[in-house]
C-alpha cells in the first residue's frame, strides 16, 4: 500500500496562475482532507469531503476549489494564486475509526 | 476549528532523558490522536485513544486520554535522536466530521 500521495512535491508559482495539486489514496477511506500548514499556524483545513461527489468547506476555504470525482482521488485547485497561498499542503485520508493519514505534502511558493 | 493548547511549545532535552507533553481543550473530545511530523514530511500517527482513562503504548512513548476528556499526554521515555520532530495531537468531538490540531511542540534531542 502506497497510503497517501500527493503531486506535485514541490511547485513555485506566480501571481494569478492556477494550478491544481492531485491527492490519492488506496486505503478505501471514505473521507478526504486538504490543509495547509503554515509557521506558527499549526495545520488548517481549507476542504474536506465525505465521499465521492460530496465537498466541503473547512475552515480556510476562501480562494481554493475542490473536486472528488473519484472515491481515491481529491483535487485542490487555486484559480488565481495569492502570495497569501504560499504554504504546505497536506492531504489526508480518514480511517472508519476516525485515524488520519496524511501525504508527504506539496510546497508552493507563489511569487 | 477549535484550536487546541499544547504545551511545551518547545523542548530541548539530552539523550536519555524522558519528555512529556499535553494537551488541553475546551470541548469534550471522543478521539485523541498524536503524531509526529519530521522536517520535510507529512505527520505520521504514533498513538490514538478513544476512551476516558485509556493508557496505550507505542514502544517507549505513552499516551493518555484525560478523565476529564478535555485533555491528553504524551511521555517518550529514554529519548534517542531519532526522536527529534515536532509532535501534534489532535482531538474529534462527537459531532466532528474534522480533527482540531495543537500547534505542536518542537523536540530537540542533543547527544
Known amino acids: 500500500n502506497a497510503g497517501v500521495t500527493q503531486t506535485p512535491k514541490f511547485r513555485v508559482l506566480k501571481t494569478g496562475q492556477s494550478m491544481t495539486l492531485l491527492c490519492a489514496q488506496d486505503?478505501?477511506?471514505?473521507?478526504m482532507y486538504w490543509y495547509r500548514q503554515d509557521p506558527g499556524m499549526g495545520l488548517r483545513l481549507i476542504h474536506y469531503s465525505v465521499g465521492e461527489g460530496t465537498t466541503a468547506k473547512g475552515e480556510v476555504p476562501d480562494g481554493y476549489n475542490v473536486s472528488r470525482l473519484k472515491k481515491q482521488n481529491f483535487l485542490l485547485g487555486l484559480e488565481s494564486a495569492a502570495p497569501s497561498q504560499t504554504s504546505v499542503y497536506f492531504c489526508?485520508?480518514?480511517?472508519?475509526?476516525?485515524?488520519?493519514?496524511f501525504g508527504p505534502g506539496t510546497r508552493l511558493t507563489v511569487t | 476549528g477549535q484550536q487546541l493548547n499544547q504545551s511545551p511549545q518547545s523542548m530541548f532535552i539530552q539523550e536519555g532523558e524522558d519528555v512529556s507533553m499535553n494537551c488541553t481543550s475546551s470541548s469534550i473530545f471522543n478521539t485523541w490522536l498524536w503524531y509526529k511530523q519530521d522536517p520535510g514530511e507529512g505527520p505520521v500517527l504514533l498513538i490514538a485513544l478513544y476512551k476516558a482513562g485509556e493508557l496505550t503504548s507505542n514502544g517507549r512513548l505513552t499516551a493518555q486520554f484525560g478523565i476529564t476528556r478535555k485533555d491528553s499526554f504524551l511521555n517518550i521515555s529514554a529519548s534517542i535522536p531519532s526522536d527529534v520532530g515536532i509532535y501534534f495531537c489532535?482531538?474529534?468531538?462527537?459531532?466532528?466530521?474534522?480533527?482540531?490540531f495543537g500547534k505542536g511542540t518542537s523536540l530537540l534531542v542533543t547527544p
Open positions: 489526508a485520508s480518514r480511517s472508519s475509526h476516525y485515524e488520519q493519514y
Open positions: 489532535a482531538g474529534r468531538t462527537n459531532s466532528g466530521y474534522a480533527l482540531n
Open positions: 486505503m478505501n477511506h471514505e473521507y
